[in-house]
């Protein structure tokens, strides 16, 4: 059998004669032709396959990172604000410390009648010095938070401290306020004293039981301590008194008034005016007849009068 190949690009023809004899010399041929075809069609099919797979791991790997990378900062972001409110609940309780010092410490000022210029508890401390060399690290975090728990137990323990204090002096100023002390007239003198005496109407040695304070007629009479009135009214030998009664066992008793600004029953404190200079009952003249009683008993006024001094 023979195969003619006619080329009409060239105008040649070419005689291929295939006998039993020939086609066994072209079968090595077509088996590489083929093995090489076949090669080259696996590997491109692979490389396709390999092309087509290789942009979905490389995105499923990116986007797992990515995720975990999310879930991180989600992680530190919800710490750093958890760290931050707890940081400022905590400054927000030592501010609250800081008034409550800053409130007693005025306090203490007025009771103590401290100077307010050199405790004035509006200002910051005034601080200062040279700039120093020995420039240190920052603080850290931890060393921050360290420092504010040890400086809130100093102020809640400087709190508890003033606390006592405020304490002891209002106990002491209110002992002061009720414990009769100083003149129960503004202006004056002492026209008699406490003790035995000369009576002005009987001439006799007689018992006087209270310092008498000459004064106008008519001028305040004035509470030597604070205390509730317990007595309003006319009493032989005093005319119009007025009676107080201070606690722990203090009373005074203002005698001769011309008239009486209080009544039973009002509170009065140190320094009020409670009646007027007068003569009333038995008296030679406008003064007041001051007295105190300690328990029930009439002690000597001239130790509270002076204390005042």
Known sequence: MDIILVSH?????????LQPGNILGWVPVVLGFGLICATSFAVGYGVKAFNDRLPVDIYGMWAGELQQQRAEVARMREEVENNTQALARRLARLHAHVMRLDAAGSRLTEIANLDRGEFDFSQPPPLGGPESDNVGQPFS??????SLDTF?????????????????LLASRLQKE??????????GWISSSYGMRMDPFSGLRSFHAGVDFAGREGSDVLSVAAGIVT????RFGYGLLVEINHGNGY???????SSAVVRIGDRVAKGQAVARI????RSTGP??????????????????IQAAR
């Open 278 to 281: 007068g003569s009333s009952g």
């Open 287 to 304: 003064h007041v007849h001051f007295e105190v009683l300690l328990n029930g008993r009439v002690v000597d006024p001239q130790q509270y």
């Open 231 to 234: 007595e309003v009214g006319e």
């Open 152 to 168: 809130d137990r100093q102020l809640s323990d400087r709190e508890r401290q003033m606390r006592v204090l405020e304490d002891l």
């Open 9 to 17: 690009k060239r105008g040649r023809t070419w005689r291929v004669s």
């Open 141 to 146: 975090l931890d060393q921050v938070l360290a």
């Open 251 to 257: 009373v005074t008793r203002y005698g001769h008034n």
């Open 178 to 187: 009720v414990k009769p002390s100083g003149w129960p007239v503004e202006t």
